[in-house]
Each structure stands twice: as structure tokens, then as C-alpha cells.
């Protein structure tokens, strides 16, 4: 289950025990059921999104549909409020340094309608939507910004307090066993840093909390897997015949979607009128239902057997959240 950190000692400072004061009042308190959308299937979407023009504004993407993958990893909104509640407490543990703590704006992963989704994993199963179609055809809607935004100042010991490691050692670069004492201010650096100790703080030893290993890897097989299921590929023929009859000759969406012609900086119009062709024939033959109810199918196979580890990763992130929750004021 968790990973463990290289080069942190449990206990080592009295500066984490700090970072972690006052999280044990959310002992006992409920915890969200975690959800995400992650986009891990193969890159879809193609073109020059985001040079010359902007492509104008179209409809809102559609929600991505749930799979059970979702159970079991972080959303895009849990996303944020850890990566905020990360930054809450570095900020802290700076200040200990009496140094500045950076501004950290968060940009929420929402749409007009309040709406938590991954704009990449609505197209998890290829365009869908006929409005936004006939503005972008196949190309990505504009990039939103999104997650947490911080302003590193370039300072040394600014750098040395946050990563542990002195300039220009990368911020997430392989620690050493035995990390060097470093202090500043007089006061010892922890190990890894205000990063490691914050997140330390929040999730223990856990490297990779919220997107554990194994529904990380069952989503990226079943995505694959999918393709060849039998229901699947003789939707992608009925597809194709679909497409054929409206003059579009492709064996399966992918093949459409990634079409090299459509590799340009807006959409033409033969990239719009083939999209909405697609999306027309995906309604006619029920592609998407037949291809999502695969793959929801081949993820539960995948989990089956490993009740133990899933309820014990439920239990572990709703327990980081409820932490993250705390820190940020916002623990119901």
C-alpha cells in the first residue's frame, strides 16, 4: 500500500510534529467518498491547441462516466484541496524559518455548473458532444487553468527550506539515505524539506496518495483491453458502416479522431463535418454505452480479490482528505 519515502526518519523533527498540530481533532470525522477522472487512455485529442487564434468558446465538455477506478482515487477538486492544503502547510513551516511563504491561488477543475470532471476524460471514448463538435471538431477545448498556482521565489534559502537539498538540486530528485544537516536561521531543515514535511503532515509515508498502483494499472489495461472485446469491436464496425454510408472511411474512431489532417491550429471544415458525422454514428450505433460498459465490466474483474487493499485505500484517502479538509477551515 504506502509507499515509503527515501530518506525520511519518522519523528526526525519537532518541526513536523508542528505541521501536523491540530489534525487530530478530524479523528473520527466523516470523510467524502473519493472519486476521479484522470485521463490515461491514448492521446486522443490532436492539434495546435493554444497557438495562433483561440478557438472561440463552445459548449461545456460533457461529464466524464464513472468507472469503478473512480472509487478508489483522488478526484480533480480532492486534487486540489490536498495540493492546497500541501501549500497551507509549507507556508507554515517557512514562516518557522522566518521566511515568506509564497501566495498559492487555487483554480478549481470546475464548469459553469459546479460540475467536477476531467475535460480530458469526457473524451475518454472519443467526441460525444454535437455543439462542441461543430465549433472544434476534434481538437481539445481551450486549456483551463486548473490546480494549485504558486510564485517560487528564486532564493537559495528559500529553495534549501522547501526541497532540503541545496540549489539546484531538482525539487523531487532522488533523496540521499542519509540526507545532510542543513540548517537555517538555526534552525535543522528537515529532511526533503517543507514539501516532504507537509505532505508527510497529511499523508504519512504515501508517495503516490490518491492514484495508488493498483487502480492506476487497471485503468491503464482496461482502457486497452476494452478495444478488443468483442462487443466493442463489432460496435467499431457497425460504426465504420455507419461512417462509410456518410461518405467518411475509418475503421474505428481512433483512426478518426487522429487523423493528421487535423493536426492545424483551428479546425476545418472537413476536420467539423467528419467529427459530427462520428459523433452522429457513435448515437445511431450505441458505441459508447457498448465500449464504457466494457471497460466497467473488465476494471470490477480487475479489483476482484483485492476487497482488503480497496477498502483499506478508501480508508487511507478519505482519511488524507478529511487532514487536507482540516488545514484548509473547510472539515464539515
Not at 146 to 153: H, N
Not at 177 to 182: G, M
Not at 199 to 209: M, P, Q, W
Not at 214 to 225: F, H, I, K
Request: proline letters at 9%; charged letters at 15%.
Amino acid at each position: 500500500m504506502p509507499t515509503p519515502r527515501s530518506g525520511r526518519r519518522p519523528g526526525t523533527t519537532a518541526l513536523l510534529l508542528g505541521l501536523a498540530a491540530g489534525l487530530a481533532m478530524t479523528a473520527g470525522c466523516g470523510a467524502p467518498t473519493t472519486t476521479r477522472s484522470v485521463i490515461n487512455q491514448p492521446a486522443a485529442s490532436v492539434g495546435a491547441a493554444g497557438t495562433g487564434n483561440p478557438v472561440p468558446a463552445a459548449s461545456t465538455p460533457l461529464p466524464a462516466l464513472p468507472l469503478p477506478f473512480d472509487d478508489y482515487v483522488f478526484s480533480p477538486r480532492q486534487r486540489d484541496a490536498y495540493e492546497a492544503a500541501v501549500w497551507v502547510l509549507v507556508g507554515r513551516c517557512l514562516t518557522g524559518f522566518g521566511l515568506a511563504a509564497p501566495p498559492a491561488r487555487v483554480s478549481p477543475h470546475l464548469d459553469d455548473q459546479d460540475v467536477d470532471y476531467d475535460a480530458g476524460r469526457s473524451r475518454r471514448y472519443g467526441v460525444q458532444d454535437p455543439a462542441e463538435v461543430a465549433v472544434r471538431g476534434y481538437h481539445p477545448p481551450p486549456q483551463q487553468k486548473t490546480g494549485v498556482d504558486v510564485a517560487l521565489p528564486a532564493d537559495d534559502q528559500w529553495l534549501l527550506a522547501l526541497t532540503g537539498g541545496s540549489p539546484p538540486q531538482a525539487w523531487g530528485a532522488p533523496r540521499p539515505s542519509t540526507p545532510t544537516h542543513r540548517s537555517i536561521n538555526g534552525q535543522p531543515v528537515p529532511p526533503g524539506g517543507c514539501r516532504t514535511a507537509a505532505e508527510s503532515a497529511l499523508a504519512g509515508d504515501d508517495t503516490t496518495v490518491g492514484y495508488a498502483a493498483l487502480p492506476r494499472t487497471v485503468q491503464l489495461a482496461s482502457y486497452q483491453e476494452s478495444t478488443q472485446q468483442p462487443a466493442v469491436t463489432a460496435a467499431f464496425r457497425n460504426w465504420s458502416d455507419c461512417m462509410r454510408a456518410l461518405g467518411f472511411g475509418y475503421a474505428d474512431p481512433l483512426a478518426a479522431n487522429n487523423d493528421s489532417r487535423w493536426q492545424t491550429v483551428e479546425a476545418t471544415a472537413a476536420e467539423i463535418a467528419t467529427a459530427t458525422a462520428d459523433v452522429a454514428c457513435k448515437e445511431q450505433t450505441g458505441l459508447v454505452a457498448i465500449w464504457h460498459d466494457a471497460e466497467v465490466s473488465l476494471q470490477r474483474a480487475s479489483f476482484a480479490g483485492h476487497d482488503a487493499e480497496l477498502t483499506e485505500l478508501r480508508r487511507h484517502n478519505d482519511e488524507v482528505m478529511t487532514r487536507a479538509r482540516a488545514v484548509l477551515g473547510t472539515a464539515s
